[in-house]
């Protein structure tokens, strides 16, 4: 299971204004010229976000902040 956090629209994808779920917001999608298409598009009548996962960063983090401690982390399962 995906957490929220788990994954992100990077900066240069994300869309300038509110998403539409229209005719309007096809148009605009296909006209943007970024380069990197938007994490944005319409398919028929659905709305299709493209998500990118998040960076781990943890060992990292600790390799350079401590690089003899022992990583110890976990995940909360809330569901019964």
Known sequence: AAAVSDFFVPQD???????????????????????????TRTEGRSLVIDLEPVPKFLKQLVDGWAPEAMIVSFKLETDP
């Open 13 to 39: 994808r994300m869309v300038e204004h509110k998403i539409q779920s229209n005719e309007e917001f096809l148009q605009s999608a296909e006209s943007s010229g970024h380069g990197k298409s938007p994490a």
